[in-house]
């Protein structure tokens, strides 16, 4: 311990003699710690942040679209033909056992009128389940209910943006609003759900029940046609089987064959959705790695400072070692010397990191995401480098003979 502590003061003397040099060997380490934080800030809260849009959409989901259809000899892509039906949603409800929750959708825009105010903005006739398959609370009212969907009732769910624009400071709760001239009465209103990862605002949108969007507001020449359906499996774990049960009653509702194209298509969010969140969590290691490229270069610079050192003090090193100093006490003054130099830069560059990730989150209105893991991680890694870089200049200080340097000029 004693050795320790005078290494340690020696090392301080040291560094203090040469206060520029000490200074510039440094600002490598600070750079490098700086970056490393900084970008691993950045990386995580750009993470996080496509991870919330994700969870905004509801989790363990499947999409079925309805099929293509054929005009001319010309094809359409998906959704160009009416195929699926509220009895199908029903079906898949009672008779799919992994599934939840079904959630068919009538989807279209319109301009939403109240007193003096009008806002256009996205109408999706739907079902109660809606918000279990979207995991979307009310901050007041009540939600749809199936009597309103039976009965076509003219009610509805108002998402944060429609009433800030419509509203205002107002309680929209019982209000009457017009849509396509036709009074709906809000009954509910929706927490906020911010962006989707495609960067769509999600409040800008109103649930009305499923029939009066069929036969009040867009009207068809198919009724009973939905345009999309959610369904949420039961858990993660059965969200596969969830998928084929869901496949194979459309195919036996809709008399498909094995030869036969289907009028469908079931998609799995969670696996899209999944890519895009492991997208992300690499580029957050990729920004981490490159930053980290620094802290080498700093590195570098330090054994370099430490050989020139070792070379201006060989004398010093002969007096030592002529008056009863061993190998690895001049070993470790001078790989304490190096550590002590990437400490004071990482201590110094931790603080330039967090500032640097503030500055950036405040001034650009970027997400970052400062964690205590990655602070200490970056600590310690600048301690590593001054003991990796640092071995050499200090076992070739060690090795030097005493008496060729006591002749040292």
């Known amino acids: 311990m004693t050795t320790l502590l005078q290494s340690l003061l020696i090392a301080v003397r040291a560094l203090r003699v040469n206060k520029m040099r000490a200074l510039l060997t440094m600002l490598g380490i600070i750079i490098g710690i700086a970056a490393v934080i900084a970008m691993v800030a950045i990386g995580a809260g750009a993470s996080k942040m496509i991870s919330d849009q994700i969870a905004s959409i509801g989790s363990?989901?499947?999409?079925?679209?309805?099929g293509s259809t054929t005009s001319g000899g010309l094809r359409t892509g998906s959704g160009g033909a009416p195929t699926l039906t509220y009895d199908?949603?029903?079906?898949?409800?009672?008779?799919?056992?992994?599934?939840?929750?079904?959630?068919?959708?009538?989807?279209?825009?319109?301009?939403?009128?109240?007193?003096?105010?009008?806002?256009?903005?996205v109408i999706q006739g739907t079902t109660p389940g809606v918000l279990t398959v979207r995991d979307w609370p009310l901050v007041e009212?009540?939600?749809?209910?199936?009597?309103?969907?039976?009965?076509?009732?003219?009610?509805?769910?108002?998402?944060?943006?429609?009433?800030?624009?419509?509203?205002?400071?107002e309680d929209p709760i019982g209000k009457i609003i017009r849509i396509k001239q036709v009074p709906f009465t809000v009954i509910g209103l929706l927490d906020h759900k911010g962006q989707s990862p495609q960067g769509q605002d999600q409040d800008d949108v109103i649930y009305i029940p499923l029939t009066t969007a069929q036969r009040k507001?867009?009207?068809?020449?198919?009724?009973?046609?939905?345009?999309?359906m959610l369904i949420q499996a039961r858990s993660a774990e059965v969200l596969s089987s969830a998928e084929t049960?869901?496949?194979?009653?459309?195919?036996?509702?809709?008399?498909?064959?094995?030869?036969?194209?289907?009028?469908?298509?079931?998609r799995n969010l969670s696996e899209i959705l999944a890519v895009s969140e492991q997208s992300s969590k690499v580029m957050s290691i990729l920004l981490g790695a490159v930053a980290s490229i620094s802290l080498v270069v700093g590195g570098i610079g330090i054994m370099n400072i430490m050989l020139v050192s070792v070379t201006e003090r060989t004398r010093e090193i002969g007096i030592r070692m002529a008056i009863g100093a061993k190998q690895h006490d001049i070993l470790l003054q001078f790989l304490t010397e190096a550590v002590l130099l990437t400490t004071c830069g990482g201590i110094v560059g931790m603080i330039v990191g967090v500032a640097g990730a503030m500055a950036v989150s405040r001034i650009m209105s970027w997400p970052t995401l400062i964690s205590t893991q990655s602070i200490i991680i970056a600590f310690l890694f600048s301690a590593g480098v001054g003991i990796f870089f640092g071995f050499y200049?200090?076992?070739?200080?060690?090795?030097?003979?005493?008496?060729?340097?006591?002749?040292?000029?």
């Open 141 to 169: 009212g009540r939600n749809i209910s199936q009597s309103d969907v039976d009965g076509a009732s003219k009610n509805c769910l108002i998402g944060q943006t429609v009433a800030e624009n419509l509203f205002g400071a």
């Open 88 to 121: 199908d949603a029903k079906a898949i409800k009672a008779e799919c056992p992994s599934v939840l929750e079904v959630a068919p959708m009538v989807r279209g825009s319109a301009q939403v009128v109240y007193g003096n105010q009008n806002w256009s903005t």
């Open 245 to 266: 049960e869901v496949t194979s009653l459309l195919d036996q509702r809709h008399r498909i064959g094995p030869a036969k194209e289907r009028d469908f298509t079931v």
């Open 393 to 409: 200049p200090a076992r070739k200080a060690a090795s030097l003979n005493p008496i060729d340097a006591l002749r040292y000029e």
């Open 217 to 228: 507001v867009f009207g068809s020449q198919f009724p009973n046609s939905v345009g999309a």
């Open 60 to 66: 363990n989901l499947l999409l079925v679209l309805p």
